[in-house]
Every structure is written in structure tokens, then in C-alpha cells.
């Protein structure tokens, strides 16, 4: 994968990790506005989740590399995600959008986060579907869950 700068946020926390990988995936925007996109295409997206805290857990960690990854890329890697019931209503938030994406890697990543004793949380998910195209995803303070 090449190394790759991606847009900084601002936070509290003493340790930051960040992890990158991509994934293949299908999607449609059911709209009919939405032009070519309305049909079923695939995107490599390449993400990157920003988890931030205070606290290493007993491993000396954060969170671990192998289970962010595992929890994004085994969930959407070669699917459709259309298919993923949190794209599958009529709702804007519910349009596998790049957008409504890095929306759900957040709430995925900050839900496991949450049964973490040291309780780090997502900060950041930069989410690229094309060379040109990318989404930012940040929580508002306070959005945390929990």
C-alpha cells in the first residue's frame, strides 16, 4: 500500500493509532439524481480509522491492529453493500453514499471500542473511494457513544 497523508483532527488524547487498508466493494445510490452511480459499480476504497486515548490496555495497546481490521474489511470486503442492512432502508443516512460509509465504519469501530476497559474511541475515519474522491468522518464532541 502506498504511504499516504491523510487530513488530521484535533483531540485530547495522548496516544493516537491509526490504521489504513482497503477494501473491494460494490455499491448503488438508489436515486434516481445520482446519474451513473445509481447503477451497481465497485470501488477499492482505501480507509483510514484514527482511534485516539488516554490509556494502553495490558498488550500495551490502544486497540488492536488485527481486530479493526477484521471488523471493517472482514464485514464489507467483495461484498455489495447495499446488501449490509445498515444501507438497505430508504433513508439518506442509510445510502451506501462514501459518506453514509465512513459514517458506519465509525459506529462499528466506536461500538467495539466501547467494551474496551482502557475505552479509547474513533476520532477520524478517512474514507477514499476514488484517486479524486474522498469522505472525512469525525465525530462532534461529545457524539461519542457512551
Known sequence: MLTQI???TSH???FELNK???VSAAHF???EDAGACSRVHGHTYTINIT???DHLNESGFLANFSTIKKLIHGEYDHTLLNDHKEFSGESREQI????AVAKAIYDKVEAYLEGL???P???QVFVRETPTSYVVYRPKQGDHHG
Request: with cysteine; aromatic share 8%.
Open 117 to 119: 476497559e482502557n475505552r
Open 12 to 14: 485530547p488524547y495522548a
Open 121 to 123: 474511541h474513533c476520532v
Open 29 to 31: 445510490i438508489p436515486r
Open 20 to 22: 489504513d487498508m482497503q
Open 51 to 53: 482511534i485516539a486515548g
Open 6 to 8: 491523510y487530513p488530521q
Open 96 to 99: 451506501p453514499s462514501t459518506e
